[in-house]
Every structure is written in structure tokens, then in C-alpha cells.
């Protein structure tokens, strides 16, 4: 079974700092994604990945980089955290295109 | 560009009463996934529809894709209180990587 582990479930920093996300999947899948999920706002994508050093703009991409050195970790970095980045964080991977997602559990930031 | 509506928003039903989400595109699909999200869970694929008038079924469950390929349904035979959740119904524009989820449908059961 595909597992996709957040390395953190809650997360709890200051207005200003820098912020990393770290996202493992064990399936040696291509492609990662980072979303972000706002009540009355759904899914929204923020990055994806479709292989090891490549990275696509999502939607919503205002105040965040990626980083992916490796095939199964993708890194979300928001560079200098403020408190409209508050929100839960998911990250999902996939083999290829049109194949299913398999998400994390999720992270819940709180930017204070 | 593309747009995918998923109607309705909200959906409360009584145990028992069947229940109806559906997608609809203003350009043809090249496939359609659901998943469904259960409260304070992530989402969970369930199925792929890919060719033009394609109808799935998994148990209570019957996912149908339109014949033009623009609109999507999932049908929930007697709802239980396992089926409470969000259900989406991401879309991929043709060539495109990328899967638009949007805000989903959520169903609330009564008891």
C-alpha cells in the first residue's frame, strides 16, 4: 500500500519565519503535489512536481517555493510565513499522469 | 479557460434517502477521478472514469461519465452514516499534469 507521510501533523510558528514542509512517499511515484485546503475554498494547488528536480506553478504559488533533490521527498518552503498561510497543507503523489493520488494525512500550520 | 462545476455545495440527507453530486464542464474532459473525503481525513480515490458514457458501480455507489464527456455523477443508494464526507471530482484539461480538485460536494447524514 502507498504511503505518503507529512512529518508533521500540527505546526505552530511566528509571522516572518521561514517554514519548511516535508512530504515522503514510499512508491517510488513521479509525480508530488503540494495543496492547500481553506474552508468554503477546497482543494487548491499550490506546486507540483513531475519528477526529481522539475517543479510547475500550481494556482496559488504567491509565497511559497518547492524543492525536490530526491524522487520520493518534496519539500514546501514558505520563505517568510504570514497569517494568511494559515491553513491545512496536504501533499499527495501519484505514479504517473491519470493515475490515482495517494494524499498525506496532512499538516495543520497556524501562523501567529 | 476550463471550468468544472460540482453541484451542490451542501447536501443533508435523512439515513436511508439516496444522494446525488454532479460535476459539470464547460469543455470536454480527457478523464474524471472522485474521491471522497471523510471529516478530519484526507482524500481517498475511488474511482477513474475514462470513456464516454462509462458507468462504474462499487456497491452502493454508481459513477457515471456523460456521452459528451462534459459532466460526471456519483449516485448514493440509501445513505449510511459511513457515506458523511466531502466528494470531488477533480479534472485534467488534455496534455495537462495538473488535477483541479475545486470545492467538492459535502454530505451530512441525519440519523
Known amino acids: 500500500d502507498v504511503k505518503v507521510t507529512q512529518s508533521s501533523r500540527y505546526l505552530v510558528k511566528r509571522t516572518g519565519e521561514k517554514v519548511f514542509l516535508e512530504c515522503v512517499q514510499d512508491?517510488?511515484?513521479?509525480?508530488m503535489f503540494w495543496y492547500r485546503q481553506d474552508p468554503g475554498l477546497g482543494l487548491r494547488l499550490i506546486y507540483f512536481?513531475?519528477?526529481?528536480?522539475?517543479?510547475e506553478k500550481g494556482d496559488i504559488p504567491e509565497g511559497y517555493s518547492v524543492s525536490r533533490e530526491k524522487k520520493e521527498r518534496f519539500s514546501l518552503i514558505l520563505e517568510s510565513a504570514s497569517t494568511n498561510q494559515t491553513s491545512m497543507y496536504l501533499c499527495?503523489?501519484?505514479?504517473?499522469?491519470?493515475?490515482?493520488?495517494?494524499f498525506g494525512d496532512g499538516t495543520r500550520l497556524s501562523i501567529l | 479557460g476550463q471550468q468544472v462545476m460540482q453541484i451542490p455545495q451542501y447536501q443533508h440527507v435523512q439515513e436511508g434517502e439516496d444522494f446525488t453530486t454532479y460535476c459539470n464542464s464547460s469543455?470536454?474532459?480527457?478523464?474524471i477521478q472522485w474521491y471522497k473525503q471523510r471529516p478530519g481525513g484526507h482524500p481517498v480515490f475511488l474511482i477513474q472514469?475514462?470513456?464516454?458514457?462509462e458507468v462504474k458501480k462499487q456497491k452502493r455507489l454508481t459513477f457515471q461519465f456523460g456521452e459528451a464527456k462534459k459532466n460526471s455523477s456519483l449516485h448514493i443508494t440509501a445513505t449510511q452514516t459511513t457515506d458523511v464526507g466531502t466528494y470531488f471530482c477533480?479534472?485534467?484539461?488534455?496534455?495537462?499534469?495538473?488535477?483541479?480538485f475545486g470545492t467538492g460536494t459535502r454530505l451530512t447524514i441525519i440519523p
Open positions: 512508491m517510488d511515484h513521479e509525480n
Open positions: 469543455t470536454t474532459l480527457s478523464n
Open positions: 472514469l475514462v470513456k464516454s458514457g
Open positions: 499527495a503523489s501519484r505514479r504517473i499522469t491519470g493515475q490515482p493520488q495517494h
Open positions: 512536481s513531475y519528477d526529481v528536480k522539475m517543479k
Open positions: 477533480p479534472y485534467s484539461q488534455f496534455g495537462n499534469e495538473k488535477l483541479t
